[in-house]
């Protein structure tokens, strides 16, 4: 970074400005300089921010309806989705195959939005909320926290915990250690129930053959700006 920046000095030096576009060009120029040296900090900083995280590793098998979330040694949830007059729904299990929340899908066309309302028994405690037309973006309050789910390029999904990322969800297969799974990476494994929960939202609807044969346009999905593989 140094080397160019030590060239475009060389370059101004040489050529004084006797016009005010030449003016206009060197204050262009240097703001040029600033800018790019200021994206090659943040994207250094985020590099090593990376680099510095203990991500905590999982893995979801899909299966027809079923998804299975398991550590390296055990299962810890499941969530299997269903059709039940008409309407889509899932439930999600604890590793005792209790169920913890019931999941129903609709979609709104008044508000063009597809909604996911969350039960705890008989409870509606959240709702998950498509925020573009292009249902790239989904968001989540509750117990006054944001969640939200962002859809990207490559298969991958990011999840945000007040607007800092805690979770990505890898369904590309191209780690050979998953070749068979879904990869999971979280900041805490404290936020493993809510991240495997919003995840299942998601997926109410398609089974494993569905998302190998469904090709989405990358144009439509949103850009993953802090990849963690």
């Known amino acids: 970074m140094h080397l160019y920046l030590k060239i475009f000095k060389k370059i101004l030096a040489k050529k004084k400005p006797s016009y005010k576009y030449d003016k206009i060009f060197e204050i262009t120029l240097r703001i040029a300089i600033f800018r790019l040296a200021l994206f090659i900090f943040v994207q250094s900083l985020k590099f090593l921010t990376i680099a510095s995280m203990k991500l905590v590793t999982y893995s979801i098998k899909h299966y027809n309806n079923t998804l299975s979330l398991y550590n390296s040694k055990e299962k810890l ?96 297969f191209s780690d050979k250690d998953f070749e068979d799974y879904i990869k999971v990476q979280l900041l805490d494994q404290k936020d493993l129930e809510i991240c495997f929960l919003l995840f299942s939202c998601l997926l109410i609807g398609e089974t494993e053959q569905d998302k190998k044969a469904i090709f989405t346009s990358q144009k439509q999905l949103e850009p993953n700006e802090e990849p963690w593989n």
């Open 77 to 172: 949830y499941s969530s299997k989705w269903f059709m039940e007059f008409g309407k889509f729904g899932s439930e999600l299990f604890n590793s005792e195959e209790k169920i913890m929340y019931a999941i129903e899908k609709k979609f709104q066309f008044w508000k063009w939005k597809m909604i996911f309302t969350i039960k705890n028994g008989t409870e509606n405690i959240a709702e998950v909320i498509s925020q573009n037309s292009r249902k790239t973006s989904y968001s989540m309050d509750l117990n006054e926290i944001t969640y939200q789910l962002i859809i990207h390029f490559n298969k991958k999904k990011s999840i945000y915990k007040n607007g800092n990322k805690i979770a990505e969800f890898d369904e590309s």
